[in-house]
């Protein structure tokens, strides 16, 4: 049988029991490149071809199918770097270890809020789950290996949770405590600083990244996750549109939009990333903000005799989300 080459990639990658994100992560691509070449809908790169034809253990012309191809070799296991925690890296896992953990902090989160209903606090849900997922993480991480990081997040989020539930019986006022928490993140960044030329606060994986677009019928929705996003919205009349964003920073230009719908809004969700949004200036936009320790900013003008408006339904946690004028 004459196998193409996205079969035989196919075939090898099965035969080594890889998946398709673990091969992509190896070659510095994404599942979705994989997931095409083994469908024959593009080839790879000519400098992806030798690493992928060392990966299976075979030359390059037998995975181009110009000579006879010879048994799979187990591929080498690549040494295995220790992590270096001093600055802030954030990459899940999806593992027994961190499911068990997610489980846990849910856990914690019910019955918190449960405890605040019945003893009639004034504690809100999404102020126990921030709290809490700050204390877990800071946890985690601490238990993993201590950094000033991982003392930063369980000092913010043991305080606050704990001052929520109980009176100490002392004052201690939350801004020293989010200035000690500045100090031990800077000192984290700075002791990162020392180990490598360009330490990442967050450190992502391929295989976490997702993004999505599509549109119909004058709206769209965008979402990105653990990763960076430019992306042009064309069409000629926009009703409307939602923006999902969450660790990561996601640009949205509306130059290719035409004209806008009476009432058009667009809801822009970010949690812990970045939301920039490119407005041609015959279009104002009225922003609406409901934001947990994020901000909100413009940059420029809008025509003044535009009459065209576009609602920002601004929510965001631990964000920012920036409007540009173009």
Known sequence: MDYTLGKR?????????????????????TAQAV???????????????????????????????????????????????EDDDSGFHFQWNSGRRHCISCALWLIAVGVLYLVSTLLELDVGFWQITWQSAFLF????????????????????????????????????????????????????LLLGARRRSSPPFFRFSNKNTRVSYDQEEGRFHCGLAFSELYKQVEMPL??????????????????????????????????????????????????????????????GHPDPDTDKSICLEASASFSHIRVEYI
């Open 9 to 29: 990639i196919a075939a090898r990658r099965k035969a080594l029991g890889l998946t398709q994100e673990q091969l992509a992560e190896k070659l510095g691509v």
């Open 35 to 81: 997931s095409k070449w083994e469908n024959d809908q593009s080839c790879p790169d000519i400098s992806v071809i030798p690493k992928l034809a060392d990966i299976f253990g075979m030359t390059t012309d037998e995975l181009l199918g110009r000579a006879t191809m010879t048994q799979v070799h187990t591929p080498k296991q690549e040494e295995k770097k």
């Open 137 to 188: 993480l800071g946890l985690t991480m601490t238990l993993r290996r201590p950094s000033f990081t991982s003392l930063a997040l369980l000092l913010c989020g043991g305080y606050f949770l704990f001052t929520s539930f109980a009176d100490p019986g002392w004052e201690l006022d939350g801004k020293i405590v989010w200035a000690v928490v500045l100090v031990l993140l800077g000192l984290s």
């Open 238 to 299: 926009l009703a409307g549109g939602e923006v999902d964003c969450s660790f990561g920073t996601l640009t949205l230009d509306l130059s290719g939009v035409r004209d806008v719908q009476d009432g058009c809004a667009i809801q822009a969700n970010c949690s812990f990333g970045d939301i920039i949004l490119k407005v041609p200036r015959r279009f104002q936009v009225q922003i609406v903000n409901s934001a947990a320790f994020s901000g909100t900013e413009t940059v």
